[in-house]
């Protein structure tokens, strides 16, 4: 397919496309007139780009992660221990995450508890207070 046909078919602009060729990501075969040939496996492969970039992975890693010509079984070790680490990564981002959205919601409840027309910085040390307490809460 051409890359107009991919750039429909994936969603990316043909400048993106071009990127990822040049860095090395996709591959392309170019016909006599210089156009650009893209086999289908292609499509596969930018839905597995933007995958993995949603995940994370910078496009030097996604490089090393890619499928080459010389399958070995040391090659896909590599790929599922660097997977696996993605995984806890994002398993630690997510606890960070819910920590500090209960840190959240603690500090509008506390704010919530005030009656209207306590003074700001009554109610300001109270919630400072009620941050650090939450601090001290054990972590996941």
């Known amino acids: 397919m051409n890359i107009g046909e991919l750039a429909e078919r994936s969603g990316l602009a043909a400048s993106k496309i071009r990127f990822y060729e040049a860095q090395g990501l996709i591959q392309v075969e170019r016909q006599g007139n210089g156009y650009r040939r893209y086999p289908m496996q ?4 930018l839905q597995l780009i933007q995958g993995a970039q949603r995940a994370g992975f ?13 399958p070995s079984e040391a090659k896909r070790a590599d ?34 508890a005030h009656p209207e027309g306590t003074p700001c910085t ?10 650090e307490a939450h601090k001290k809460t054990p972590r996941i």
Do not use: C, G, H
């Open 79 to 112: 790929i599922v221990l660097r997977l696996e680490r993605r995984i806890a990564q994002i398993e630690e981002l997510q606890a960070r995450m819910d920590q500090s959205k209960a840190e959240l919601r603690a500090v509008i409840a506390t704010i919530q």
């Open 58 to 70: 910078s496009l030097q890693e996604l490089k090393a992660l890619m499928p080459d010509d010389s």
């Open 42 to 45: 292609t499509l596969q492969t």
């Open 122 to 131: 009554q109610a300001q040390d109270k919630v400072w207070a009620s941050i």
